[in-house]
């Protein structure tokens, strides 16, 4: 219908403007208040239409927004659609790549955090773990392969599942499906690789070691070292075998050789022995011979003569006294079962005692020293020539030495200090060599042989020895004993 207008209106259809005409010509012929009545007839007829084109424009707004929402919502669907099938595509690739093992596709992740961007995550972090597994795999295989030891994988059965390269070179190509029993013979270790031996190690889930012998695909046997390690994936066993024969033949080689150096070392012994023992009596004999001489013409001779024998006797103590000094060296080690609880605190006292101290130096034990087990020759020699050497080598007029102490957890620390005419620094290391000495023989009397008995009785014990010394001022000698 069509908006009236006018006196009379406009009416959409020809039947209304009829009706209205005829109306109008009744109008006229009725009396005023029917005319009245006719005019409000109409105006309502008029209201109502207005009414229902109002009602009816709304109606048709309603269904244009309505279309235009249904019109949006099937665009915003179809936005949708692509953009799911996009990311949907994504994924599918990547998962397709990883498939494939290649990890250069990475899965889209936007600022929606939506469920996409969820799974897109989810790729990622999938992608990420099977790289690392998938480079360690690569990487072990590489170690498995390129390792220098034998490698097999064993069933419960005993046979041989897997070989890496160097054990198919060495065993041979066909080594899969043999018993591991074929290839390693059992030696000295009894039952350790065959069938009840094999499934003991597995029920126990304790690896093995042992030396034993592998047949070569040459048919020689080799001598190797096995690993034998129970699987923690499934029931079975890893065993791995390392050439040794170097080893072995070094260690054959090392047996002769520590056997000769025993032989040679016995020898020199019972040489050092025989020598000291023979040379001892003819060098007495000299001793008093000139001492004879001395006392029968002293009178005769002159004071040359009396000072040239007097140092043929020193010469001949200083002999004696290599000797000793030689047979001393030779028996450290010997005596391995001489060893007792010693207390070297009335030891050094004791040791005190017996040498001659001059009146110029004081001697003092500077902390209580323990009881130690040892044999008491090496300790009487340890402490009977520090002490000495340091008397020997003072200078002062109020000489002063001190033996003392410190303990700590592994080892004992022993120090022997004196305030003598000190060391230089350059000849730390000369002072232990044997016959060695800092001064000439003729101005102090020396054999050079006691600071070299010191050291190697301190080592046969497992310690260490040093000194520290400034010249004009003293010198410490430390060495250690372990607890």
Not at 124 to 139: C, F, G, I
Not at 172 to 192: A, R, T
Not at 405 to 411: A, F, G, I, V
Request: glycine share 6%.
């Amino acid at each position: 219908m069509s908006k009236g207008s006018g006196t009379r209106g406009e009416y959409t259809t020809d039947t209304e403007s009829k009706r209205a005409a005829g109306e109008a010509l009744r109008v006229e012929e009725r009396p005023d208040h029917e005319l009245l009545d006719t005019l409000k007839n109409i105006n309502k007829q008029l209201q109502d239409t207005r009414f229902e084109n109002n009602r009816l424009r709304e109606e048709i707004a309603q269904l244009k927004a309505e279309a235009t929402k249904h019109k949006n919502k099937i665009k915003t669907q179809e936005t949708r659609q692509k953009y799911a099938k996009k990311r949907m595509n994504n994924a599918i690739d990547v998962l397709i790549a990883l498939a494939s093992l290649d990890f250069e596709k990475v899965a889209e992740v936007t600022d929606n955090e939506d469920e996409f961007d969820g799974l897109a995550t989810g790729l990622n972090m999938l992608r990420q773990e099977l790289k690392a597994s998938t480079v360690s795999v690569n990487y072990f295989d590489d170690i498995f392969r390129s390792m220098n030891d034998i490698l097999t994988v064993v069933d419960p059965t005993g046979t041989i599942e897997t070989c890496n390269q160097t054990g198919e070179s060495v065993l041979g190509n066909d080594v899969l499906g043999k018993k591991i029993w074929e290839i390693l013979q059992n030696g000295d270790d009894g039952d350790l690789l065959t069938a009840s031996g094999i499934k003991a190690i597995i029920e126990d889930d304790m690896p093995r070691q042992a030396e034993l012998n592998v047949r070569t695909v040459n048919g020689d046997l080799l001598p190797v070292e096995v690993l034998i390690s129970p699987m923690n994936s499934r029931e079975g066993l890893v065993v791995t075998a390392r050439n040794i024969q170097e080893r072995k033949e070094a260690e054959i080689l090392q047996n002769e050789l520590v056997r000769s150096l025993e032989e040679s070392n016995n020898e020199l012994r019972q040489f050092a022995y025989v020598t000291s023992h023979d040379l001892k009596a003819p060098l007495r004999g000299i001793s008093m011979l000139s001492q004879w001489i001395l006392e029968d013409s002293g009178e005769v001779l002159s004071e040359d003569s009396k000072a040239n024998l007097e140092l043929l006797t020193g010469r001949v103590k200083r002999m004696y006294g290599f000797l000793e000094g030689v047979l001393a060296y030779s028996k450290i080690g010997l005596n391995k079962d001489a060893v007792f609880e010693i207390e070297l605190n009335s030891l050094v006292m004791e040791i005190i005692d017996s040498i001659d101290v001059p009146k110029s130096v004081n001697i003092n034990l500077d902390s209580t020293l323990p009881t130690v087990n040892a044999a008491k020759t090496h300790m009487i020699q340890v402490f009977q020539n520090l002490i000495s050497n340091a008397i020997k080598y003072n200078d002062k007029e109020d000489g002063e030495i001190i033996v003392g102490m410190q303990e700590s957890n592994d080892n004992r620390l022993f120090y022997v200090k004196d305030n003598g005419i000190g060391i230089d620094k350059a000849h730390f290391d000369k002072i232990f060599v044997i016959f060695q000495t800092l001064k000439p023989r003729d101005t102090v009397e020396s054999t050079g042989i006691g600071l070299t008995i010191v050291k190697k009785i301190v080592e046969y014990y497992g310690g260490e020895i040093w000194l520290e010394s400034e010249i004009k001022k003293g010198t410490t000698f430390y060495f250690t004993l372990p607890v």
